[in-house]
């Protein structure tokens, strides 16, 4: 399983960017994506996962602005990021995650770094 994101860069204050995520492989379609970030010095957060059905979860810090979607038949998920705020800056992991007999796997992209400054 491989993830390749990209889309990250610098952008001013309420700017947007866009995230992608494209999966090799197959199966995607049955398992949740979703991106987190980690900013310096601090953990690695969920900021959305959308699950087979694209039903999405979101953390309450970005309800609103961030809008997260999924193309099965590209294995790609997105991240529509708006009204971009300079605490989202953080590099962005794309991730996808199934459930086997009890197990969860965790497959993680490369990163992308988003800054958000004027």
């Known amino acids: 399983v491989q993830l390749q994101a990209s889309g990250g860069g610098l952008v001013q204050p309420g700017g947007s960017l866009r995230l992608s995520c494209a999966a090799s492989?197959?199966?995607?379609?049955?398992?949740?994506m979703g991106w987190y970030r980690q900013a310096p010095g601090k953990e690695r957060e969920l900021v959305a996962d959308i699950s087979s059905s694209s039903s999405p979860n979101y953390r309450d810090s970005i309800k609103g602005r961030f809008t997260i979607s999924r193309d099965n038949a590209k294995n790609t998920v997105y991240l529509q990021m708006n009204s971009l705020k300079p605490e989202d800056t953080a590099v962005y992991y794309c991730n996808v995650r199934r459930y086997a007999l009890g197990h969860r796997y965790d497959y993680w992209g490369q990163g992308t770094q988003v800054t958000v400054s004027s």
């Open positions: 492989g197959s199966g995607f379609s049955f398992y949740i």
